[in-house]
């Protein structure tokens, strides 16, 4: 392309400091170093996570940052050495990246690559500089990809290739909302057919769990939130019943036992608050009960319980990403949206990132997986703080902003 090895400016949403609102700057954005990729954003969603990393409730972050990590784009220009895209390419940016060689990587159960930003913070290139200015002054980068810039580089651990018929403005989803819930349900909980589940949170990775349930063949899927305009919606994916914390006055756990009558097999704290995690966890069955963490809590959180919830036998688990590797076949199947009776294509192997992302793609593209519901508005990039005000509102389940 033109742009090759030139500096590019273009638009982008600037945190100039933790709790101010975003603001949209021109940007200088550097060529790709070595082992790196700059891409052109063509869509991006707006999580809750970005809304965290606003208001500086996100571990780690220094500021100026550009948040956005579930964009989806094309590949502009390659550094040297690059091998996985090529430019003109259609890719994901991922959240955590896959750089092949940690322990972690080598380990085919878990997609946690030591390189993930909990471990090594990920607000510079991996060379310790950033590729982002504005007015003179260096910008940070958000877990590598900064999908909120309408240029962007990454290493080329933290990008996946995926199928060229993609339609960008609905597949960015696959990089973080769907992957994260659909992932949490099928692969971290491993939900089993007829089995009862519970939903704390209702919004875009919420609904994704709900999902995840339904294909997995859960018979009983309860959706909980505090806003009920999120009920309708639940209830197309797949709840089979929604319920309002706020209209009992029972602790929610103590209204789940009541109608479950022993307590759900899986549930996930989907919201990022710690009571929520608490009554989550205590909502769970006796002996067998599965919960799973997948809300991010305000930056210094700390939990507290009573032992003897685990004592009793649940499992309490977290996942990022939807802890999406897994050697399982069944799970790959049913990841692969495939029905479990029929033999799977794909092989057994360890997936991570950037070898699920593509996949969980293609099988969207044969129409066996479909979160377009989850887009309920889209929103022309300048429009960013608009898009945040619908998610604080609760009007939004996810906004897609278009460059
Ligand atoms: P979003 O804000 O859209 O949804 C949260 C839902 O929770 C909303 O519908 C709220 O009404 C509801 N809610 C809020 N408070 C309560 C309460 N006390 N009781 C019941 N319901 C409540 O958020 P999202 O779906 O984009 O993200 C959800 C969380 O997941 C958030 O914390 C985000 O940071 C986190 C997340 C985690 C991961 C991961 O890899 N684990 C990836 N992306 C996002
Ligand atoms: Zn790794
Ligand atoms: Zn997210």
Redo the contacts with the bound molecule.
């Keep these: 392309m033109a742009t090759a090895g030139k500096v590019i400016k273009c638009k982008a949403a600037v945190v100039w400091e933790a709790d101010k609102p975003i603001s949209i700057e021109e940007v200088e954005v550097a060529p790709p170093k070595a082992h790196e990729v700059r891409v052109k954003i063509v869509a991006t969603g ?4 970005d ?2 990393v606003r208001k500086g409730s ?1 571990l780690n972050i220094d500021y100026p940052v550009i948040p956005g ?2 964009g989806a784009g094309i590949v502009e220009s390659i550094g040297e050495g690059v091998t996985c895209v090529k430019p003109g390419e259609k890719v994901i940016p991922l ?1 955590i990246p896959q750089c092949g060689e940690c322990s972690s990587c080598l380990n085919p159960n878990t997609n946690c690559c030591l390189k993930i930003h909990f471990c090594e913070s990920q607000n510079l290139m991996p060379d310790k500089t950033s590729r982002f200015t504005c007015k003179g002054k260096p910008i940070h980068h958000f877990l590598w990809i900064s999908t909120f810039s309408e240029y962007t580089v990454m290493p080329d651990s933290a990008i996946a290739r995926i199928d060229a018929a993609a339609p960008l403005d609905k597949v960015c989803l696959f990089g ?2 769907f992957s ?2 659909y992932g ?1 349900a099928i692969n971290t909980a491993k939900v089993k057919p007829g089995s009862t589940c519970a939903i ?9 769990v709900v999902i995840g349930c339904k294909a997995a063949g859960a018979s009983r899927i309860i959706g ?4 009920k305009d ?1 009920f309708a919606k639940a209830k197309e994916l797949g709840a089979t019943e929604c319920i ?2 706020q209209d009992f006055k029972k602790p ?1 756990q103590e209204v789940l036992f009541d109608i479950t009558s022993q307590g759900v097999d899986y549930s996930f704290e ?4 710690v ?2 995690m608490v009554a989550a966890l205590a909502s769970c069955n006796m002996g067998s009960g599965t919960c799973v ?5 305000p930056l210094g959180a700390q939990i507290s319980i009573d032992p003897v919830l685990l004592l009793t036998g649940r499992t309490w688990k ?5 802890g999406i590797a897994t050697t399982e076949p069944n799970v790959i199947q049913i990841l692969n949206g495939c029905c479990v009776q029929t033999p799977c294509l794909f092989s057994p192997l360890g997936w991570k990132l950037k070898d699920t992302i593509p996949k969980l793609v293609t099988s969207y593209m044969e129409r066996k997986l479909n979160p377009d519901m989850l887009i309920s508005h889209i929103l022309p990039f300048d429009k960013i703080n608009e898009g945040f005000e619908l ?1 604080h509102s ?1 009007k ?3 906004s897609i902003l278009l460059f």
Aim: with cysteine; proline share 2%.
């Design positions: 707006i999580c809750r996570t809304d965290h996100f990590h579930e959240c973080c909302g994260t819930g949490a704390f949170g209702l919004g875009g990775v919420g609904l994704s909980i939130d505090i806003n999120k309002n914390p929610i989907v919201i990022g608050r009571d929520t963490m997948v809300g991010s809590t977290g996942s990022l990403l939807g998610l609760g939004s389940i996810r």
